[in-house]
């Protein structure tokens, strides 16, 4: 009996020294995954260096809205007033179409070549053509710079696998959850930044004369604080390991090592010979992927709507704010949004079925959305407090919903097709936000020209239309279509 049970605890003690034997010295994977094993905690210097890679790379999505409404005037392309929120809607979109075209390429890149070379990649293009369109002297090269920079995002899918990946098993959803806030927070912040640091001459005439740089180009300070911490993101990139298998032949001593040998994290994961391919048969990541693509639409449309309404007149149901009043609100929902994420949202996740939960958001929203149109009859003190609670509310509901849907896609597959599943949602989830913000543009311009309408005047229209796909999102949230991994329909 004693000998059965040390050679049992000899069989126990001696299963990691096994996955080590496994493990390749000159291997980033196996090296991260050795470490792993070593260090039971978090790895907190990776997840902050990630926390400000993710960040800077989200900010440039979307801190043009709360300016772009005086840009688009500024350009001198639209001929009327209510002409101005079509064009700005192509320029919201040419970001999303530039992603949408090159996300499940950097999703490939990544799973061959990996991680870090396309978040470096991504970063780069952020301070060059993030730099370049706040310098526009024309709609056509703010046109061409925001698609350009959309090309080269291609970070958000590879750091959704990095961030399951770097952390051990039982962190990995902590470690998803602190990259969708942070993501989430970057939308928030950047936009803050925009309203705050555009037209800096008009606003703070005492520090930027009108002669400067930034009185000659009124938008070019919101875009180079970004791309400053772009470039503190790319130096907080020498603390990131690669975590990326790459096992080559030359590693090998012999064949009957190759045999042997695996690699030490997803030993027991599915390998598919289908490779790319089998993405699409797996109906839990695709099911999933698809209502994932229907939020974000209401989500971009959302954030394109909501500068366009708040900054146009009040003749047109709008409240007549400036940039900075847009940004004075966007910042306050953003720290707002931060400490949800750090008290509230762990325990209502861990509480509430992922699913269960993003129906309850789905159902709140839309009452949320119905209120805006009557935001203009207020005023005052009353009304910052309606708009702040709004805003904050409708900002929590959205990065609750896509830190689930993160989660779920993860779960979905194994590490060798990870970044591929991310790129190919990004793929997906760009196309459906290059149509947001350019359809929402079309109808909040034609929204502006039917004011006295006797069916959903003016802006009502607009925020209809955000609830009708809240509704949409949620019936793709039940069987026969949503399917979960590993179990029937949910």
Not at 15 to 44: Q, S
Not at 332 to 355: E, F, H, M, T
């Amino acid at each position: 009996m004693g000998d059965d049970a040390r050679g049992g605890g000899g069989g126990a003690a001696a299963e990691p020294l096994l996955k080590r034997a496994r493990c390749r010295p000159n291997c980033p994977g196996c090296r991260v995954d050795r470490r792993k094993e070593e260090r039971e905690g978090l790895p907190v210097t990776e997840l902050c260096c990630m926390w400000l890679v993710t960040i800077c790379s989200s900010l440039p999505i979307q801190y043009v809205f709360p300016f772009l409404y005086f840009m688009i005037r500024d350009l001198n392309i639209a001929k009327e007033e209510e002409d101005i929120g079509f064009y700005a809607g192509f320029v919201g979109a040419s970001y999303m179409l530039g992603r949408a075209l090159t996300s499940v390429i950097w999703g490939v890149v990544a799973d061959k070549y990996g991680r870090k070379p396309v978040l470096l990649i991504t970063l780069f293009s952020v301070i060059i053509f993030n730099t370049l369109f706040g310098l526009s002297s024309s709609y056509w090269m703010a046109l061409t710079t925001r698609g350009l920079l959309g090309l080269l995002s291609g970070m958000l899918g590879p750091m959704k696998a990095y961030a399951s990946e770097v952390c051990r098993k039982e962190h990995s959803h902590l470690a998803l959850s602190l990259m969708s806030s942070s993501r989430g927070i970057g939308l928030i912040v950047g936009p803050a930044i925009g309203g705050y640091l555009a037209q800096p001459a008009d606003k703070y005439p005492g520090i930027f004369s009108v002669n400067s740089i930034f009185g000659r180009f009124p938008y070019f300070l919101p875009c180079l604080c970004i791309s400053l911490l772009a470039i503190a993101a790319v130096i907080a990139c020498f603390w990131l390991p690669e975590t990326l298998h790459k096992h080559t032949e030359d590693t090998m001593l012999n064949s009957s090592t190759e045999a042997v040998e695996e690699p030490c994290s997803d030993l027991n994961a599915e390998q598919s010979g289908s490779g790319c391919l089998s993405l699409f048969t797996n109906w839990p990541l695709m099911s999933t992927i698809t209502v994932y693509c229907i939020f974000s639409l209401q989500d971009m449309a959302y954030a394109e709507v909501f500068s366009l309404w708040a900054v146009s007149d009040r003749k047109y149901g709008g409240l007549s704010f400036s940039s900075q009043d847009v940004g004075r609100v966007l910042s306050i929902s953003g720290l707002l949004l931060l400490i949800y994420q750090i008290l509230i949202y762990p325990l209502v996740a861990n509480s509430v079925d992922p699913i269960t939960l993003v129906r309850a958001i789905a159902l709140l929203t839309i009452p949320l959305l119905s209120s805006y149109p009557f935001m203009p009859a207020l005023s005052g003190s009353i009304l910052q407090l309606a708009l702040n609670c709004a805003s904050f509310l409708k900002n929590s509901f959205s990065v609750t919903t896509m830190t689930v849907f993160n989660i779920l896609m993860n779960d979905a597959v194994s590490q060798d097709l990870r970044a591929s599943a991310n790129g190919l949602s990004v793929t997906l989830m760009s196309i459906f936000k290059t149509i947001a913000p350019a359809v929402a543009g079309v109808i909040f311009s034609w929204a502006q020209r039917r004011q006295i309408a006797p069916f959903l005047p003016g802006d009502h229209l607009v925020f209809f239309m955000l609830n009708v796909f809240t509704v949409i999102g949620l019936m793709l949230t039940f069987r026969p279509f949503y399917a979960r991994n590993g179990t029937s329909n949910h």
